[in-house]
């Protein structure tokens, strides 16, 4: 008895502890399960308040930084607070000196926005933009800059954040996203913020970027697998079927990317995912209501009249850029107006309702007159002139048509009146025609002796005659390798930094000879040309190589030549010259010089000369769509860190010394890759700074604190006016230039898409950092000067390519083309290539045109 007794108390603390045990875990993970709910509710807190917070930014408006002339500083300070009724203010205000002249900076601001809101920071900046131009028209500076947004270091993060904080897409929407294969569902956050804070011209130039990035994955993928297949020219007949297939699926692919890029909603909804608003319909008008008082309609005109010339200063007509996910009201309330402003919408309300809306506003139509008192320089515009381009816009008689949106009617500043506009239109022709022909003969040669040094490389120091091989790898190894990358890289630079330079300052020489009236004119007619040129001097090489050092135009050359260099090559003009200049008599080496291009044309058979073509397209097909990041972003930041460094002095004598000896070095490629050089002129590279330090005599800061931010918003406003602006259309020209080598080069090299692919991709990621960093902030404008030519390029550029991709397969890699004659080829190339480019043209007008 005793013994059970033992053992069922032993029994019963046994349980007891096990009990213990137990409730302790329980309370244990109970502990656990606490923390890991407080964790996860912080952390939603946290995220929470991280969204709010970049919601907080991107409601704010930009501020506007002007620049006057200090004996004007009672006027403006009296004008900046007559316009605080309209919700200005002045942040801060500063002198300074530009270029050794006194100058005051003003930065000023505006109310934020409401949640509730529907008009954006690009539509406030346009009216606050008029507003100030407006007043200061007579106070302006006759020379330097005058007024400029400025970008904000907040907002430019949170619209950077915002594609990671999207609590609407999943993580692989987001995923699928940054490699620009698929937007998410209700579109993309970032462009929606570009477009709702820079304008709708940056919003197109950046979804252009993701278009051009989506289509290169639908081409690259096929290209993959025909690469890896090693399709390509073969003999002329079946075997060379997959290559005739690489082509017309280029082509195809080409005709889908004018289709989904024939039109601005078309490029913002296929480049973003972004749809168009649908518009509310406007309330039917009340026929009892009472007429509307006189100082109210007073009201209505004055902010048509203010928007209107607002459309006109920013370069073109501002469209309403209301957020994707709201509809469009129909009366637009801007801060600090007592009166609303009209919308432009489109009215579906009977004929009669709308007659009765013309009659209030009845000759109350925008005149723009008041533009014709914008100085340029040191010279005056003709205000008979501006009066004569501005009748059209203007409101006729009582009986007239109702109000218009007002397009972009700038005069050019140095427009001359001419009275024998033919002679001038002559002499304009010929002397844009002599300045082409001599800069196209100049770039060629400079790119000639480029693939002169390849050539040079590949069979003078790699003895590929004489070793029967296409590359200097065989005799030096890995050292050739590095090389020839060397090489290419030069290649890319001389491609994209000289030449895309030199064609800038070119087209804007030729655009002033041609004296245009109006800017908007002007300024396309420039880009156009620049564009022009550089695809003539980049791609024209490139078809006189593939059409003269390629094709096999006689029986010997497709087997090459066994005879030495010096029987077969004499009589050559760049063979005889390289003899001349390297001496080869006295070596008496008979390879000398056998690496000219003309010289590897006669000794090397079909087959070689193919393989050393289509490494040549390397360099300005794959290397330089990396090497163009360089210049874009890396250099500029770059240059503009040492500029600064070098501006603002060293304290060890060694590092005097340093900045003493290579600060104009420094400056000098700030002065290249970053700054405006019609605000900071060539002095700058000499003798510094074009600002001299702010004092700051004016601030709405109540503490230390504000009066700190209000320091850094002066350095900021003076460094961020010598940037240069930021230019759409010269942002989407090197785009043109990689569609049009994507179109040209692909069934070539198949495989080199996917580095085309990865360098856009890349591009994408840095062009934001660009307009945050390197670049000045522009007044937002319409796309429509950045659409047409970049519409008209990509159907001018499949129409090349449809004659290019025949003429190569008809000469550049037909074997037997010895056998055909010239007027059969001819036959057969022209009006095959003259018939697929119709039939493109046909495509392109019969795609969705409406905007």
Known sequence: DRWDAMEGEKAAEGEKAAQGEKTAEDEKEADGEDKRRSSI???????????????????????????????????????????SKEGVGIEVAAHTTYLNCPRTLWVLDWETLDKEDTVTPAKYLNRLVHLISEQTQEIRPDYGPWMWPLNDSEVCSAIALSQFMDPKSACWQKALWAIRILPPKHG???????????????????????????????????????????????????????????????????????????????????????????????????????????????????????????????????????????????????????????????????????????????????????????????????????????????????????????????????????????KRFILAAAVTTCALILFLSLAALVLSLLLQLKSYLIFEWGECIRLHCDNAGKKWGISAVFVDI??????????????????????????????????????????????WIEVMAKVGLFTLLAFIFLPSWSEDSVNGST?????????????????AVGNCDKSGDPYCCSGTLSCAR????????????????????????????????????????????????????????????????????????VLDGEVTGIRYVCLGKTFTEPKAFHTDAEDESGEEEAADYLEGALEQAVLRPWDAMEELKELKLNLLFVLLFAPLKPILVLPTLLARLLEVRAKLQKLFLVKRRNIPRDARLVHRPQEIFAVVAVQAACFWHIGLALTAYNSELYTWTTAGLTAVWLPGGLVVSIGVFIIYRLTDKGD
């Open 602 to 673: 006669q000794m090397l058979p079909f087959s070689a000369r193919r393989s050393l073509f289509e490494n040549w397209l390397v360099g300005p097909f794959v290397v330089a769509p990396f090497v163009d990041l360089i210049p874009a972003v890396l250099a500029p930041i770059l240059a503009d860190h040492l500029a600064d460094l070098a501006d603002a002095g060293a304290k060890s004598f060694c590092a005097k010394c340093c900045c003493c000896a290579c600060g104009w070095l420094a400056r000098f490629l700030a002065f290249i890759f």
């Open 486 to 531: 060397s090489v290419d890289i030069l290649m890319a630079l001389v491609f994209i930094v000289g030449l895309g330079e030199a064609c800038k300052a070119l087209s804007f020489q030729l655009a002033r000879i041609w004296n245009f009236k109006k800017m908007r004119r002007r300024t396309t007619v420039q880009t156009l040309l620049s564009l």
């Open 188 to 422: 993309s956050i970032l462009a929606r913020c570009i477009m709702e804070h820079y304008g709708r011209e940056t919003s197109y130039v950046f979804a252009w970027d993701n278009l051009f990035a989506r289509g290169l994955w639908a081409l690259a993928l096929p290209m993959l697998v025909f690469g890896l297949a090693n399709a390509g020219p073969k003999t002329p007949g079946v075997e060379s079927i997959p290559w005739y297939v690489m082509q017309i699926f280029t082509l195809i692919w080409g005709l889908c990317l004018i289709a989904f890029g024939s039109s601005r909603r078309s490029v913002i909804s296929c480049g973003a995912g972004l749809r168009q608003p649908q518009k509310l319909l406007p309330p039917t008008l009340d026929t009892a209501e009472p007429a509307e008082p006189a100082e109210d309609v007073q009201s209505t005109k004055k902010g048509s009249e203010e928007q209107g010339v607002a459309d006109a200063a920013a370069g073109g007509v501002v469209q309403d850029i209301s957020l994707p996910n709201q509809m469009e009201s129909q009366v637009v309330q801007i801060a600090g107006d007592s009166h609303p402003q009209p919308s432009q919408s489109v009215s579906s309300q009977p004929q009669t309702d709308a007659n009765k809306l013309k009659g209030k506003i009845k000759g109350k139509q925008l005149d723009p007159r008041k533009m014709m008192e914008v100085k340029a320089g040191y010279q005056s515009v003709d205000t008979k002139r501006m009066a004569e381009v501005f009748a059209a816009g203007g409101q006729g008689e009582a009986g007239g048509s109702g109000s218009e949106p007002m397009l972009d009617y700038r005069l050019n500043p140095e427009y001359k009146p001419e009275n024998a506009p033919v």
């Open 41 to 83: 509710t912080q952390a939603f807190s946290t995220w929470i308040q991280d969204l709010d917070e970049i919601q907080n930014n991107l409601l704010k408006l930009p501020f506007l930084a002007v620049l006057l002339p200090r004996e004007h500083d009672k006027e403006a300070l009296k004008i900046f607070k007559s316009l």
């Open 563 to 579: 005879l030495l260099p010096e029987e077969v090559c004499s009589g050559q003009v760049d063979y005889d010259f390289c003899r």
